[in-house]
């Protein structure tokens, strides 16, 4: 028997199987057609979160949002495909075309621009904010802000840049902070880095351990390791 209450369903197929789930909301062709015991959901779009069983409090508005989701809980999908692959991981933030768009069991992601973590599928804590951010990233409990930002990572964790292409090269590097546009950008490989201004470390490849403040400090720099560098173009030559 069907005992849900409080259900809003606008479209063909949307909320076909639902018996006790509450408070859900539906519009868009095949919306939340699947969902059965999951309430408090918010499905707008073409089959968005249409194999959702019992998931609860998710957000999805777009075509084929959080179309996979069968029981991952509190999550935030805007725009295409957004947490697309996601089936039981919780606490994801998608906003963008593509957004998070593998991610399966992986949680506590949260990804804002075009493309941000699309390669994602497991792995948790990571935040990217801009186009293309942390793109391919495999790794667990990155930040990146800024257009390209860490795009080129994959397994590298605890990075933190803030900047348009900051650390934009980096693969397997961690534990690295880059704030400032192309800081560290040609970074790969190494680790334990700090670098704070526009074009600090910019070159440095795979040295270690350097900690560069300012405009262009440690510019030149590309496999030395620590090294300290502050003010404006300080062993920059």
Known sequence: AV??????SIGA????????????????????????????????????????????????VGSQTLDANTSGTHNVAIGQDALGANTTASSNTAVGANCLDAV??????TAVGR???TDVVTHAANTAVGYYALEKNTANSNTAVGAYAMDANTTGGDNCT?????????????SNSAFGVSALGANTTASYNSSFGTGS?????????????????????????????????????
Not at 104 to 109: M, Q
């Open 201 to 237: 470390l910019q070159t440095n490849t795979t040295g270690a351990r350097n900690t560069a403040v300012g405009y262009n400090a440690l510019n030149d720099n590309t496999t030395a390791s620590y090294n300290t560098a502050v003010g404006d173009n300080a062993l920059a030559v």
């Open 115 to 117: 493309n941000a973590l």
């Open 13 to 60: 197929n949307t909320l076909t199987l639902n018996t006790s789930g509450q408070k859900n909301s539906a519009l868009g062709s095949g919306a939340l057609s699947g969902n059965t015991t999951g309430s408090h959901n918010t499905a707008i779009g073409y089959e968005s979160m249409d194999q959702n069983t019992d998931g609860t409090n998710n957000v999805a």
């Open 162 to 174: 803030f900047g348009s292409q900051s650390l934009g090269a980096n693969t397997t590097g961690a």
């Open 3 to 8: 005992t849900g209450a409080n259900n809003t």
């Open 104 to 109: 399966t069991t992986g949680d506590r992601n």
